[in-house]
């Protein structure tokens, strides 16, 4: 049941071309085209194909949060319509800042991932464009595009073909650590990290928080906490302080604490810290960001919920 045909029972007023449901959400309808509108919030006028109408399950929003819950996807569809805005234009940064904007908000959200692969596609990045549409495809076959893909494939081999040494070994890492390879992805990164001073500060950091990360995966929990040190060593970073924040509380208490950018899940994670070590605001602050950004309930809304609530009645 999409947002078009929601059930006569939660009508409160019907004109021709409108109708507005008790639950401040109003559908407009003129032609083959269509715009939903929660509070001051709209759409742009849509194609009734459009994928925004077959994403909105009216059974799958949250009853209890509704109105912001419907609020919030139409904030968020608002952001990958600007975002395919500026890809149209070439604008390839601004177009990615609003795709992640949306995959923030959904991770799988597959037209953001493939838009987010053309932009990528534009800037040159082969790699990181095929890895974006596999995906994309992943979580919604849909958008398949068998000459798109062929071309991905040309363009990213041809790519890394002319890597030097030093990156191919980063990139081949990445791949194992996608394929769930740990092992190989650590050996690659290491390879790529010989030789420390080949690599400015911010790209050195980052190659040891990949090398830090396939660590936690083997469980190798000490060694990759001496990484994410010799990474905020390097150059302080969000990606670091969190898993130090979780791993070695201690020694980057300060620097947990303050707002990270991180991952929603990962809120729920430094919310649990923080309750642990006696900062029930400070989890609460992360909870309440989890919460603005997240309204499906699934697993990860339950494990949160349950969270404040102890926290609150604790």
Same mark, same amino acid.
């Given at each position: 049941?999409?947002?078009?045909?929601?059930?006569? =029972?939660?009508?409160?007023?019907?004109?021709?071309?409108?109708?507005?449901?008790?639950?401040?959400?109003? #559908?407009?309808?003129?032609?083959?085209?269509?715009?939903?509108?929660?509070?001051?919030?709209?759409?742009?006028?849509?194609?009734?194909?459009?994928?925004?109408?077959?994403?909105?399950?009216?059974?799958?929003?949250?009853?209890?949060?509704?109105?912001?819950?419907?609020?919030?996807?139409?904030?968020?569809?608002?952001?990958?319509?600007?975002?395919?805005?500026?890809?149209?234009?070439?604008?390839?940064?601004?177009?990615?800042?609003?795709?992640?904007?949306?995959?923030?908000?959904?991770?799988?959200?597959?037209?953001?991932?493939?838009?987010?692969?053309?932009?990528?596609? %534009?800037?040159?990045?082969?790699?990181?464009?095929?890895?974006?549409?596999?995906?994309?495809?992943?979580?919604?076959?849909?958008?398949?595009?068998?000459?798109?893909?062929?071309?991905?494939?040309?363009?990213?081999?041809?790519?890394?073909?002319?890597?030097?040494?030093?990156?191919?070994?980063?990139?081949?890492?990445?791949?194992?650590?996608?394929?769930?390879?740990?092992?190989?992805?650590?050996?690659?990164?290491?390879?790529?990290?010989?030789?420390?001073?080949?690599?400015?500060?911010?790209?050195?950091?980052?190659?040891?928080?990949?090398?830090?990360?396939?660590?936690?995966?083997?469980?190798?929990? =000490? =060694?990759?906490?001496?990484?994410?040190?010799?990474? #905020?060593?390097?150059?302080?970073?969000?990606?670091?302080?969190?898993?130090?924040?979780?791993?070695?509380?201690?020694?980057?208490?300060?620097?947990?604490?303050?707002?990270?950018?991180?991952?929603?899940?990962?809120?729920?994670?430094?919310?649990?810290?923080?309750?642990?070590?006696?900062?029930? =605001?400070?989890?609460?602050?992360?909870?309440?960001?989890?919460?603005?950004?997240?309204?499906?309930?699934?697993?990860?809304?339950?494990?949160?919920?349950?969270?404040?609530?102890?926290?609150?009645? %604790?």
């Amino acid at each position: 049941m999409t947002i078009l045909n929601i059930p006569d =029972d939660f009508i409160t007023f019907e004109d021709e071309g409108k109708i507005v449901y008790d639950f401040n959400f109003t #559908v407009f309808r003129n032609g083959d085209k269509v715009r939903f509108c929660t509070g001051e919030i709209a759409t742009s006028w849509l194609d009734l194909e459009d994928s925004f109408i077959d994403r909105i399950q009216f059974e799958n929003l949250n009853p209890d949060f509704l109105e912001r819950h419907l609020a919030k996807e139409i904030e968020i569809k608002n952001a990958l319509v600007r975002g395919a805005d500026f890809l149209n234009k070439d604008d390839f940064i601004k177009a990615i800042g609003m795709f992640d904007e949306v995959l923030y908000y959904d991770p799988e959200h597959g037209e953001a991932l493939l838009l987010k692969s053309k932009a990528l596609f %534009g800037q040159g990045h082969f790699v990181k464009s095929l890895r974006h549409y596999k995906r994309a495809v992943k979580s919604d076959s849909r958008l398949k595009d068998v000459e798109y893909h062929k071309l991905l494939l040309a363009k990213s081999s041809k790519e890394r073909d002319n890597f030097p040494k030093i990156k191919r070994n980063i990139y081949a890492g990445d791949e194992y650590f996608a394929k769930g390879e740990f092992t190989k992805a650590l050996e690659s990164y290491d390879k790529a990290l010989v030789n420390p001073s080949n690599f400015k500060n911010k790209i050195l950091s980052k190659l040891l928080n990949k090398k830090a990360t396939a660590l936690l995966k083997l469980d190798l929990i =000490d =060694d990759a906490v001496s990484v994410f040190k010799e990474s #905020v060593s390097v150059k302080p970073n969000d990606y670091a302080f969190f898993y130090l924040g979780i791993y070695d509380y201690d020694s980057s208490f300060d620097e947990f604490k303050r707002h990270l950018n991180i991952t929603k899940k990962q809120l729920i994670l430094k919310a649990r810290k923080l309750y642990e070590n006696g900062e029930g =605001d400070l989890a609460l602050e992360c909870l309440d960001e989890f919460f603005d950004n997240h309204y499906r309930v699934d697993d990860d809304y339950n494990r949160a919920l349950e969270l404040k609530l102890k926290i609150c009645n %604790g």
